[in-house]
């Protein structure tokens, strides 16, 4: 069975090809035009698709959508409906569009797969499924549990915002669904724009936000209970409640009624240039407890209707690497698994396989204790010839390494004397972290590196923190965890043993200066409370990058590095050679990798002009 999988029209329009169950490939169309979230009809990602299965179109068993668009136009009359008279330019800007082009989704879709090659109409199979059956079935059915609870969590699809489902063999359950627009992702959503980020892209960074709210302050108390009485009302089976005179999501062009907020927390609404003050990360704090909450009580709500012992995860509000670590320390299940793609990108994996193993009834088979994932390494791989050919476009200087351990024991030193290393090699990742093949690597015991990373490399906030990849053989000696992550989808803490102790007045200190005190040995991967958001590094799943790190440790002592995505901020994550080479010259890194071939950035021509190798993105 052969089958593609496409979500677009959205945010994150991707592109997954399936042949009988196996993941071939699957890439999100952004990395192909370097345009963030890019919502259009993904046809670059189905021709690469196509490229590495070795299929045409008309080979293809069928071609599966990953929402049903008159569910989700249905849910857009009635509401206006249901609100009126509020919401009449909403109404005004939103109908012409979807009377011209998405309410003829079909034909919008045959039109796009003709941009891609052509094929025989008459041999099309075109299906949709459910937004939250798509996320259900990306999580489960490449999960390695043969049965399984099954929660799906986001802004919303047609009308779900939230469901809890039971997965068994090739089948999937709806038991519970949360409706519109009562959801828990718009919810977060909203604070992610009240506190001066973009939505649907910044709520990472609300995440990150959080730990510098202070934990026993009044405002973050007052806050939980303001946000869970007058915004939310909390239901014991993790069903909420929202109080629409305070969104304008439903009927607006806004997420929120300004007046109200301001009223509720007593300050305006933070501009993307304002700069942060205590009260943006006690207000990021009091929500990401609220959101844990609804979180925990889902999950044990599904833990009570299904008896499972396994829970698998989707939706944009499982990437919250938080929640998951509270889900997980509560120990309701004895096995969580989170689909690594968790957002829409993921949506056209999962409609794949939800016509794979639902409407053909295809036999699945999970894997021993693995996921069908492959690490997410499912993206394009840059090939010798391209770099050859990218070297004599720009009369780069680069060395050719034919022992690929002698060039990952040359990388090693490097890292362990504080350069800072583009590292692209292998597949391209799927979905939203770099774990490995288009990562930035860096020593994480060196104190001034997160400060570097974020404002002379990403060009981005400098409160955001980074990610620690470590060889999974040691990962419970410096952190706090007995399962492996090899998604980053869950935080830990960093052990005892590598904390360096605090002054006594540490929460008085404002936040910069909190943030740049030495908390531990591994200062670069610390966040303010301690925790990292984990990668474990399994020889099986990448040997590339384990031996990389299995030579920093012989080096250094250390079997951790500082990993966060090729890319700067607005960019999307590079994916080819001249990708990698262009935000190398840009910024500050200090040497690139690609494949064998090691870029000193002193010995490139017009090195020191960064400017010229400037290009212009959206801000995120």
Not at 47 to 57: D, F, I, R, W
Not at 129 to 156: K, M, R
Not at 462 to 490: C, D, I, Q
Request: aromatic content about 12%.
């Amino acid at each position: 069975m052969k089958v593609l999988g496409i979500s677009a029209y959205y945010h994150d329009s991707a592109a997954a090809l399936t042949v009988d169950g196996k993941i071939i490939a699957a890439a999100q169309e952004e990395r192909f035009t370097r345009q963030k979230h890019i919502a259009e009809f993904p046809t670059n990602a189905i021709q690469y698709c196509l490229k590495e299965a070795a299929l045409t179109l008309d080979e293809l068993d069928a071609v599966v959508f990953y929402d049903k668009p008159f569910l989700k136009f249905e849910r857009l009359i009635e509401t206006y409906y249901a609100f009126a008279p509020k919401g009449l330019m909403s109404f005004i800007t939103a109908i012409p569009v979807w009377l011209n082009e998405k309410l003829f989704l079909k034909r919008a879709i045959k039109k796009g797969l003709k941009e891609v090659s052509n094929y025989d109409k008459q041999k099309l199979n075109l299906l949709f499924t459910e937004h939250h059956l798509s996320h259900a079935a990306s999580a489960f059915f490449v999960s390695p549990h043969n049965e399984s609870a099954i929660l799906t969590i986001d802004g919303v699809g047609e009308w779900c915002t939230a469901s809890i489902g039971f997965g068994k063999a090739n089948t999937i359950t709806f038991l519970r669904e949360m409706n519109f627009p009562h959801s828990v992702g718009l919810l977060y959503s909203a604070f992610t724009y009240y506190l001066g980020f973009a939505v649907n892209s910044g709520e990472y960074k609300l995440m990150g936000l959080a730990p510098y709210g202070i934990q026993a302050s009044e405002n973050v108390n007052q806050w939980v209970e303001l946000i869970k009485t007058e915004l939310v009302s909390i239901k014991e089976d993790g069903s909420i409640f929202l109080n629409q005179s305070y969104f304008k999501y439903a009927t607006g062009l806004r997420m929120i009624n300004h007046r109200k907020w301001k009223a509720l927390f007593g300050f305006e609404r933070r501009r993307e240039e304002d700069e942060l003050q205590q009260q943006h990360c006690d207000l990021a704090l009091a929500i990401q407890k609220v959101t844990e909450e609804i979180v925990l009580k889902m999950a044990a709500e599904a833990k009570k209707i299904t008896g499972s012992k396994n829970l698998c995860m989707a939706g944009g509000v499982a990437l919250n690497c938080v929640s998951n670590a509270k889900l997980r320390d509560l120990n309701l299940f004895e096995n969580i698994y989170i689909q690594p793609a968790a957002g829409d990108a993921g949506g056209a994996l999962g409609a794949a396989l939800a016509v794979e193993y639902l409407y053909y009834g295809a036999e699945r088979k999970p894997l021993n204790n693995e996921d069908n994932m492959q690490g997410t390494y499912l993206g394009p791989e840059i090939s010798t010839e391209e770099v050859e050919q990218l070297i004599g476009k720009f009369s780069a200087a680069a060395v050719k390494y034919n022992d690929s351990s002698e060039l990952s024991k040359t990388v090693a030193a490097k890292l362990a004397r504080g350069l800072v290393i583009g590292w692209c090699r292998g597949r391209m990742e799927f979905g939203p972290r770099a774990l490995g093949n288009r990562s930035i690597l860096a020593d994480p015991r060196n104190a001034d590196m997160q400060k570097k990373l974020n404002l002379k490399i990403k060009n981005r906030e400098g409160f955001r923190p980074f990610a620690p990849s470590v060889l999974s053989e040691h990962a419970a000696t410096y952190f706090n965890t007995k399962e492996p992550s090899p998604y980053m989808l869950f935080v830990s803490e960093l052990n005892s043993s590598f904390r360096n102790p605090l002054p006594a007045d540490y929460e008085k200190l404002d936040l910069w200066e909190r943030l740049y005190y030495q908390r531990s040995q591994l200062p670069a991967i610390t966040h303010l409370d301690f925790t990292a958001r984990v990668q474990t590094v399994h020889k099986a799943t990448n040997p590339v990058y384990w031996q990389l790190l299995d030579d920093f440790r012989i080096i250094t002592g250390i079997p951790v590095l500082v990993n966060t995505s090729f890319n700067v901020r607005g960019e999307p994550m590079v994916c080819s050679s001249e990708d990698a080479y262009r935000c190398f010259m840009q910024t500050d890194m200090d040497v690139l990798v690609i494949n064998n071939f090691v870029f000193e950035k002193e010995a490139q021509p017009d090195w020191k002009n960064k400017a010229m190798w400037e290009r212009q993105f959206k801000k995120d």
